[in-house]
């Protein structure tokens, strides 16, 4: 699991095990937010959909608990969540209980930060790149800042 030692300390489960997983158990899942729904019928339930390496899983927040943890809601980038897991027609999802900003991991999710560096300019430059490719290959060490997660309200 991504950033490991921190998501172990917190007892997080991949998002592949919460098939396996009884319904009704409570558990821990943290992952990288895809989305964010509040549907107009919904009654001001929001749905959230995060993601590991392992799958996607889907979080159920009522509105009483994103008032509780808004901040957490509406600005992480990565979340970690405490609910209950809950099987219904097929569908998993997790009914949230807790919620923590874990945005602070994504800068120990690339450890090779020149994994981003642009090495070519447009397709015509591409065998040789630009002047200013060549001098300035250095990557902006602070790529998380860019990462945005769709946000439909």
């Known amino acids: 699991m991504f950033a490991g030692g921190e998501m172990r300390a917190n007892n997080a489960r991949e998002a592949v095990d919460l098939k396996t997983l009884p ?5 821990t899942i943290a992952g990288v937010v895809l989305f964010r729904q ?3 019928t919904a009654k001001g339930t929001i749905f959230m959909t995060i993601e590991d390496e392992t799958g996607a899983a ?7 608990l994103s008032e509780t943890y808004r901040r957490a809601v509406f600005g992480a980038k990565v979340i970690l969540c405490e609910g209950v897991l809950q099987r219904e027609s097929g569908v998993i999802h997790v ?3 807790r919620l923590t900003d874990f945005t602070r991991v ?4 690339q ?19 630009t002047r200013a490719a060549r001098r300035s290959s250095k990557v902006n060490e602070d790529w998380t800042r860019t990462l945005k997660s769709r946000d439909f309200r």
């Open 106 to 109: 994504l800068g120990r999710l």
């Open 58 to 64: 889907n979080l159920i927040i009522w509105p009483k």
């Open 95 to 97: 009914v949230s209980r």
């Open 38 to 40: 509040r549907p107009g």
């Open 23 to 27: 319904n009704g158990r409570f558990v």
């Open 111 to 129: 450890p090779d930060a020149d994994a981003f560096a642009v090495r070519y300019g447009r397709g015509d430059e591409v065998a040789h790149g």
